[in-house]
């Protein structure tokens, strides 16, 4: 029996004329792709290409083959999203799955969202872990500060998180130049997203040209757990302003040196096979409305 994933990895041969190009379109190993090829040509009982020094010539089986079933396979790829309506108009809505750091979806992308006639399911993780997910097709989209080179999944740039450091509103400093500033802040206690210190290092080496050289006092991987910190007094750390209008409007945190800031741009990524989902459109257009 011919599995549907076989006529899917022809096709990307025959666009490519490359079996290492369409693995990385597809995202699958080389091997797995030359497997899929030969179980193929052993149900069609011809070789589809002629191995070609640095290119695969599709023969004429190969040419009448690529000629009839994109047709199918188009037709059947329309009907899916045509059942997606169709579910839609009966009151069930589309659903798209999402990965995304939990606080940037909290705070920012649901926000963007909630208007829309879909619904979602939602998956937080740090961003190498989404990133697999979206490569092993368990998510259609996520959200992240990453871009990866990986080829067959296409980005696009949502918002520029900027980032201040944060303190308990009690925190005084009369530190003017970037030598106080640095020791001021080596003196304080730290909370972190990571013992690597994440953005930390981004913020001390945009405005003190070197690493941090401190290690963190508290570690905690969620940064709206890290603003209760610093609303408890547990110390100071590095976030995005975003997360902290209200804090900082009812006087339970302060930024400190708001001159000083730090930027991390945060993309929508999916694989380009997915580019053309109506769904994934209107949720991406969703964000881009809203930032």
């Not at 059947?76 to 589309?94: D, F, I, Y």
Request: net charge negative; aromatic share 10%; no cysteine.
């Amino acid at each position: 029996m011919i599995d549907f994933e076989w006529y899917r990895s022809f096709i990307s041969i025959y666009k490519h004329r490359s079996v290492s190009a369409a693995a990385k379109a597809r995202i699958l190993t080389q091997p797995a792709m030359s497997q899929h090829l030969a179980a193929l040509e052993a149900e069609i009982g011809e070789p589809l290409f002629i191995r070609a020094p640095r290119k695969m010539v599709p023969t004429d089986k190969g040419k009448e083959l690529y000629t009839k079933i994109v047709p199918l396979i188009e037709n059947l790829e329309n009907t899916t999203l045509e059942m997606l309506h169709s579910s839609s108009s009966k009151g069930l809505a589309p659903v798209i799955r999402i990965g995304s750091p939990a606080e940037y979806f909290t705070k920012r992308a649901l926000s963007s969202i909630q208007h829309l006639e879909i619904r979602f399911l939602a998956q937080f993780d740090v961003a190498s872990i989404l990133l697999e997910k979206l490569e092993k097709d368990e998510v259609d989209l996520i959200l992240t500060t990453q871009k990866s080179q990986h080829q067959g999944i296409e980005y696009r740039k949502l918002e520029v998180e900027v980032f201040v450091a944060t303190a308990p509103p009690e925190y005084e400093t009369d530190a003017k130049n970037a030598e106080e500033i640095e020791q001021w802040l080596l003196s304080q206690k730290w909370l972190s997203y990571g013992l690597e210190l994440p953005i930390i290092r981004r913020y001390w080496r945009e405005h003190f040209n070197k690493r941090p050289d401190f290690q963190p006092w508290h570690v905690i991987p969620d940064l709206r757990s890290i603003l209760e910190g610093v609303e408890n007094g547990l110390g100071m750390s590095i976030l995005p302003t975003y997360l902290l209008e209200k804090s900082v409007q009812e006087n339970k945190v302060k930024v400190m040196f708001p001159e000083l800031t730090a930027e991390n741009t945060i993309y929508a990524a999916y694989k380009v096979d997915h580019k053309n989902n109506p769904i994934l459109e209107k949720v991406l257009d969703a964000f881009k409305l809203n930032n």
